[in-house]
């Protein structure tokens, strides 16, 4: 299961986590994605574009 936005194609991005020590170890920040009917189908949307398509359609 891919985490990616089928409409931008915004995908997960790596970090580093760290701690009080200051410690870094390498972490992962996945996109917030939402499965979203568009044109009659299923797709992969992430929230930022949730967002877009709402202001879109209301203006």
């Known amino acids: ?4 936005c089928d409409i931008c194609g915004r ?4 970090g580093f986590a760290v701690s009080h020590s ?7 920040f996945n996109v917030n994605l939402q499965t ?3 044109d009659g189908k299923r797709k992969k949307v992430c929230t930022k574009c949730i967002k877009t398509m709402s202001k ?3 203006a």
Not at 1 to 4: L, P
Not at 11 to 14: D, M, N
């Open 36 to 38: 979203k009917k568009i």
């Open 11 to 14: 995908g997960p991005q790596t």
């Open 1 to 4: 299961m891919s985490r990616v």
């Open 56 to 58: 879109v359609k209301s």
């Open 22 to 28: 200051k410690v870094a170890t390498k972490r992962k």
